[in-house]
């Protein structure tokens, strides 16, 4: 449960960094920080039962406190974008809520930067809201396979190419 991975990780912590990066369904969370404590967090996690742990070839520690000198940069140039009102309000990550509000949209974006990603959250409140299909842009269908375990009574389908984009807009 991501309530206990996130216990374990504060147990792992040990003056390092280690926490919930990606919270993508109730039987898998990704965690990121320190090397040594996200290792520590595994063993606890396996000695807790976890079904799987493994390591993901990720380029950085993203959604974590470890990505904080990111920030400074990437508000120096937010800083130069002018955000308009969305055409739809989009549920954010860092939020897990509608957001339709311009002024709020570089807060969210910077905050995201070390803010666990709260797919789980997302994909409920996309639910609750009325949305009954999703539509999963890019390769793979990683995230239509992370909704069919979140929600069940959503339709998700996958837009990658020219063909599948056809067969999706041909769909009632």
Avoid: Y
Wanted: charged share 25%.
């Amino acid at each position: 449960a991501p309530e206990k991975v996130k216990e374990l990780c504060e147990q792992a912590a040990q003056g390092e960094i280690v926490s919930c990066a990606n919270f993508n369904e109730p039987a898998q969370t990704v965690i990121a920080g320190h090397a040594k404590a996200v290792e520590r967090a595994g063993e606890l996690l396996k000695a807790a039962g976890a079904k799987r742990v493994l390591p993901l070839p990720v380029s950085a520690p993203f959604h974590c406190a470890l990505m904080s000198p990111v920030v400074p940069r990437l508000d120096e140039v937010l800083s130069k974008v002018a955000f308009k009102v969305p055409s739809a309000p989009v549920v954010t990550n860092v939020e897990a809520t509608p957001n339709a509000d311009p002024t709020k949209v570089k807060e969210l974006l910077l905050r995201q930067v070390t803010g666990s990603v709260r797919w789980i959250e997302c994909v409920q409140s996309l639910e609750k809201a009325g949305v009954t299909k999703i539509v999963e842009l890019g390769p793979g269908k990683v995230l239509c396979g992370l909704v069919k375990r979140i929600a069940k009574g959503l339709e998700c389908v996958n837009v990658e190419d020219p063909a599948s984009l056809e067969k999706t807009l041909a769909a009632p």
